[in-house]
């Protein structure tokens, strides 16, 4: 059995590791035996350690176009962007008719198009790869083409759980109805997204509602976590209030919504200093490929505004996602702008205040029965942060009851992607 997983970014990215590492163990348990390549944008990446000699990576569609390496022109950028749509056409169609790809088809785009064609299913990754506020967006654009490429050449595709949207325009819900309708299955990983591909018109026989993967990411062991706490200085005075920020990835956020966000990050975490004691830690959970989503950068604006911060801890160094989820079950309350922080802190037990940047933290939130405790990121004011952080801290004994009962069903319910793949492909 070969198995192709498609759609996966960077594992700079600790949310799309863990997705990664869920997607391959649920895989393979669900397809024992089988032979699994990835299609990453970022391959020189890599992947973890004890993933590397088990999979064969190989450079995405996207990666083909330069997204996430260095920069190049626009006009690079359509050149080749034109090249690989007329020879992946032209060798689906060689395929189509005669099996096999054309000869002169060769080099890294020919081992990605052979991996198409080998491959007994296709399967996309779970992630955000569909969203968008932009009209028009070349990265849309090839997210399709990646998707679509499996149903050109007529091979099952499947769609591990994914968020969907948001999608700016109409011609952009009626990609994403086409792409997705040709899948066998497609998996929303939050109500938000599977009431949206409801509304466009993905037939709801293919979809099934699954939720976020890691959620089921063990978290590193004990002794581990213990030894990493000592090693990156988190042995300051409780409460322990763990962070994330998120630098200025969306351009349709102008100056003044980051300027704000960051500002009252900033006074939020003073105020709870000056009134708990304790102290602040600022997580990596997104170390790159490319500076705009290198968390870091937000983070060391954010301490810096918060004047004497004495009390914050600032972890720079890029850890696993199992060692951050252990890190994050260390703290006493969790502040997330990134989405998969939040869901780590959460699973931990840890009450977690959401910050929305995209409509799957909302999802997410809903899913879990949190929606008092989400923000939208664009309407972040001083008061508004503080007093929603003040109330998830006096009210965090009953919330650590609640995600006591919530979580584990979901993360039960997360184990089965795999499980609902193999069903269906096995009974073809």
Not at 156 to 169: D, E, H, K, R, T
């Amino acid at each position: 059995m070969k198995i192709l997983v498609i759609n996966v970014h960077s594992s700079q990215n600790a949310g799309d590791a863990a997705l990664l590492t869920m997607a391959l163990r649920l895989l393979r348990a669900a397809f024992p035996g089988s032979v699994i390549t990835v299609a990453m944008n970022r391959p020189e990446a890599g992947l973890s350690s004890q993933e590397s000699d088990r999979v064969g990576v190989l450079p995405s569609f996207m990666a083909h176009l330069g997204y996430g390496g260095a920069p190049i022109s626009i006009g690079q950028r359509l050149w080749a962007g034109v090249r690989i749509l007329a020879v992946s056409l032209a060798s689906a169609l060689t395929y189509r008719w005669r099996q096999r790809l054309p000869g002169w088809v060769r080099g890294e785009l020919g081992d990605l198009l052979a991996a198409y064609t080998l491959a007994d299913l296709v399967v996309s990754c779970p992630g955000n790869i569909f969203a968008t506020r932009s009209r028009f967006g070349l990265p849309f654009l090839l997210s399709a083409l990646t998707v679509a490429y499996a149903s050109l050449l007529r091979k099952p595709l499947y769609v591990l759980p994914q968020s969907i949207g948001p999608l700016a325009v109409g011609w952009q819900r009626a990609l994403v109805r086409w792409v997705y309708s040709h899948a066998r299955i497609v998996q929303a990983r939050e109500p938000v997204s599977f009431r949206l591909a409801l509304r466009i018109g993905i037939p709801e026989a293919r979809l099934r509602l699954v939720p976020d993967l890691a959620l089921a990411l063990p978290a590193a062991p004990p002794a581990e976590v213990t030894t990493a706490c000592a090693r990156l200085g988190i042995t300051g005075a409780r409460p322990m209030l763990g962070v994330t920020a998120i630098n200025r990835l969306l351009s349709r956020h102008g100056d003044a919504v980051w300027d704000r966000y960051e500002t009252a990050m900033a006074h939020a975490l003073r105020t709870f200093l000056q009134r708990y004691g304790g102290c602040v830690v600022f997580y990596p959970q997104v170390c790159g490929p490319t500076e705009r989503e290198d968390d870091r950068i937000a983070a060391h604006r954010i301490v810096e505004g918060m004047g004497d911060s004495g009390a914050a801890i600032l972890v720079d160094e890029p850890l696993s996602p199992e060692l951050l989820k252990g890190l994050y079950g260390e703290m006493d309350l969790f502040l997330a702008t990134r989405l998969h922080s939040g869901i780590f802190a959460a699973s931990m037990g840890v009450p977690t205040l959401l910050v929305e940047y995209l409509s799957k933290t909302r999802g997410l939130a809903e899913m879990m029965g949190l929606e008092e405790r989400r923000l939208e990121l664009a309407e972040i004011s001083d008061d508004l942060l503080w007093n929603t952080l003040e109330s998830l801290w006096l009210d965090r004994a009953a919330v650590r009851e609640h995600l006591s009962r919530v979580l584990p069903p979901l993360e039960q319910q997360a184990m089965l992607a795999g499980q609902i793949i193999a069903e269906d492909f096995h009974g073809c």
